[in-house]
């Protein structure tokens, strides 16, 4: 069954290890994601952008495969399934859908329209019994049409938003979606720091962790850090491994065109990543 975030990433905070986030595309993401979490004993949040979400036939369908996997899979661990950089009116529907969890990306409006959206929402969804994300300062890159600058988020802002009840909360600390630039200053520890003296023990939220060095990721661990987003890094490991394959020329021996073939090596690419990732972060064996 599906639970909300707040629990695990609570934990995740006092424990100090962060629980991944890695998005998914398809049912072979779901289950390469399902099944590392339970083989390693890891706590897991899926990521449905709004694209990715349209893609997979809509937010119903979304649920449905992940409810069925979790059931068919006999997944024990905890699962939750979180609409990643929701609108509004995303939001609204992942609730109705049977999502466990939600994000709203207000981090475009002005403060005070993203406070009355996030209050709304946050009453909404908790009493849905949903755990809800909240953005301030956009984090740059491109995502879905999205593109933010980068920007590092205003701390008194971070407090402002926390307080409306929010569980967890993602605040731009320089870190940005995709692949990171050659020149990529690196992550505003000061700004985190600074957000995590006014926001306490809530929870904060890294976006962007592909291509994040270690030794960052351990650091923000330790100011506060307690989820962490992944999503370009499978989808690189998962084309890397399909282009050998085809390269290679497995496609034209014997029944290798079998998409259940052709799609075995990204598979075995997505659980070498995240399985990396759950040992970075330190949540291996604590669902
Ligand atoms: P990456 O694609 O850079 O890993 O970012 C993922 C993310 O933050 C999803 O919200």
């Not at 406070?115 to 953005?135: C, F, R, Y």
């Not at 802002?157 to 320089?174: M, S």
């Not at 904060?204 to 990721?217: E, K, N, Q, S, Y």
């Amino acid at each position: 069954m599906l639970v909300s975030a707040t629990e695990m990433l609570k934990k995740a905070k006092a424990g100090h290890y962060a629980v991944g986030q890695f998005n998914i595309n398809n049912l072979e993401w779901t289950k390469a994601i399902l099944s590392t979490a339970q083989e390693l004993n890891s706590p897991v949040i899926l990521g449905v952008s709004e694209g990715a979400g349209k893609y997979m036939g809509g937010y119903h369908a979304v649920v449905g495969m992940v409810n069925g996997l979790l059931q068919d899979m006999n997944i024990t661990v905890p699962v939750a399934l979180h609409l990643d950089h929701g609108s509004f009116e995303g939001c609204y529907k992942c609730i109705e859908a049977g999502f466990s969890s939600i994000m709203f990306d207000g981090s475009h409006y002005p403060i005070a329209e993203n406070v009355e959206k996030t209050t709304q929402l946050v009453n909404d969804a908790h009493a849905k019994g949903l755990s809800i994300e909240a953005e301030v300062g956009s984090i740059g890159g491109e995502e879905d049409g999205v593109v933010g600058m980068g920007e590092c988020a205003d701390p008194n802002e971070c407090k402002a938003i926390a307080d409306l009840g929010v569980d967890f909360l993602a605040a731009g600390i320089g870190n940005i979606h995709g692949k990171y630039p050659e020149n990529w200053p690196g992550l505003s520890f000061e700004t985190l720091d600074a957000v995590q003296q006014k926001t306490g023990m809530l929870p904060l939220v890294l976006h962007g962790g592909t291509g994040i060095p270690a030794d960052m990721i351990k650091k923000a661990i330790t100011l506060g850090v307690a989820k962490i987003n992944v999503n370009t890094e499978c989808q690189l490991a998962f084309a890397a491994a399909t282009r050998k394959y085809i390269e290679e020329g497995k496609d034209l021996q014997g029944k290798g065109f079998d998409p259940r073939k052709v799609l075995a090596p990204g598979y075995e690419a997505i659980k070498a990543t995240v399985k990396e990732k759950m040992e970075l972060f330190g949540s291996v064996g604590q669902a």
